[in-house]
Nanobody, 125 residues
Framework: QVQLVESGGGLVQAGGSLRLSCAASGRTFSLNVMGWFRQAPRKEREFVAAISRSGTNTYYADSVKGRFTFSRDNAKNMVYLQMNSLKPEDTAVYYC??????????????????WGQGTQVTVSS
């Protein structure tokens, strides 16, 4: 089993920045691709970003490309989502997700094996 705990959410004005963190525990040696999803009120959950096991490769949704940066520290079992130039439409609950396994490919497509509880990000206009 793997546990994921997000932190770093909060309230920020449009144009501001936030850094989300996700701490992994448990069978962390099995972690592979990790990612972030978000869900805004009355909207479907949507993919935000993914990162490969090594952290070398990343993939972003078009809506956040150029504004968000996903990084990973495997020694600390942590991933980070730096969010800049935030917009009101970025308001959502953000979920950290993870795949497990030994695949060497960077497959960022769902499904993901583990989900965190989520952290709220609110961007005021």
């Amino acid at each position: 089993q793997v546990q994921l705990v997000e932190s770093g959410g909060g309230l920020v004005q449009a144009g501001g920045s936030l850094r989300l963190s996700c701490a992994a525990s448990g069978r962390t040696f099995s972690l592979n691709v990790m990612g972030w999803f978000r869900q805004a009120p009355r909207k479907e959950r949507e993919f935000v970003a993914a990162i490969s096991r090594s952290g070398t490769n990343t993939y972003y949704a078009d809506s956040v490309k150029g504004r968000f940066t996903f990084s990973r520290d495997n020694a600390k079992n942590m991933v980070y989502l730096q969010m800049n130039s935030l917009k009101p439409e970025d308001t959502a609950v953000y979920y950290c997700v993870a795949k497990v396994g030994n695949s060497g490919s960077f497959d960022y497509r769902p499904p993901y094996d583990y989900w965190g509880q989520g952290t709220q990000v609110t961007v005021s206009s």
